[in-house]
Nanobody
Framework: QVQLVESGGGLVQAGGSLRLSCAAS????????MAWFRQAPGKEREFVAA????????YYADSVRGRFTISRDNKKSTVYLQMNSLKPEDTALYYC??????????????????WGQGTQVTVSA
């Protein structure tokens, strides 16, 4: 079992930055692949970024590549999402997800067994 708690969301102007954190509890965090997804009002949940257990492998959605960076600190059982050059279209509820079945980073949300409650990010124009 892995419990996930996101934090760091808020209101920011376009062009600004935020860093999201996802604190995990449970014995399998260091062997879990992790990901961030987001869901805007009226839209389906979409993949944002993923990272394998060691942090050596990452993958990003085209819409955020070059602006967002996913990282993890296994000693702190925390995964981060540094978001720079934010745009109004980045406004969404951001979710952290975890899965220990495989080390391959994947974009399919059905591959992740554990989810946090989400943290709201709002970017004003």
């Amino acid at each position: 079992q892995v419990q996930l708690v996101e934090s760091g969301g808020g209101l920011v102007q376009a062009g600004g930055s935020l860093r999201l954190s996802c604190a995990a509890s449970g014995r399998t965090f260091s062997s879990s692949r992790m990901a961030w997804f987001r869901q805007a009002p009226g839209k389906e949940r979409e993949f944002v970024a993923a990272i394998n257990w060691s942090g050596a492998s990452t993958y990003y959605a085209d819409s955020v590549r070059g602006r967002f960076t996913i990282s993890r600190d296994n000693k702190k059982s925390t995964v981060y999402l540094q978001m720079n050059s934010l745009k109004p279209e980045d406004t969404a509820l951001y979710y952290c997800a975890a899965d220990a079945k495989s080390n391959t980073v994947v974009v399919n949300m059905r591959s992740y067994d554990y989810w946090g409650q989400g943290t709201q990010v709002t970017v004003s124009a």
